[in-house]
């Protein structure tokens, strides 16, 4: 597995904590710096990019999100695939990583598959192929 797919799943985990109440905003701080120890010096500053980011932009990228997904409130969406969509939203809208977008959605789709439903690869997919037009940065 490659160090950015390890930092997405742990972000992935840190932002799903945070999304079912588990812990608090500071919380998340404290967990995302202390429980990922196993993490090389890039690969865990990458993750608390994704994880931190997307908790401090969560009003905006929730309204992103609500305003591409018909018929879909956020709120309705399983908390997997919500916290996924919420980290890529915040990669491709507001990190200045400037990651290739295609990748972006291929690790949500893949997370997806490893974490959530069957039909959730395809919705995640939709859904970011929307959203991606909303990079600020870069390419």
């Not at 588990?22 to 919380?27: E, R, V």
């Not at 404290?30 to 196993?38: I, P």
Request: net charge neutral.
């Amino acid at each position: 597995m490659s160090k950015r797919r390890l930092a997405r799943e742990y972000a992935l985990q840190t932002l799903y904590y945070y999304d079912t109440g588990k812990f608090s905003k500071d919380d998340s701080t404290m967990f995302v710096n202390g429980f990922y120890d196993n993490l090389d010096e890039d690969t865990f500053a990458f993750c608390k990019n994704l994880a931190l980011g997307a908790i401090a932009n969560l009003p905006e990228i929730d309204k992103i999100l609500s305003s591409r997904a018909k018929n879909w409130a956020v709120d309705r969406m399983s908390a997997v695939d919500r916290s996924i969509l919420r980290m890529s939203t915040y990669e491709i809208a507001f990190s200045k990583d400037n990651a290739p977008i295609p990748a972006i959605i291929d690790e949500a789709i893949e997370l997806a598959k490893k974490y959530s439903t069957e039909n959730s690869g395809k919705f995640i997919n939709g859904l970011l192929d929307q959203i991606k037009t909303e990079r600020k940065h870069g390419n």
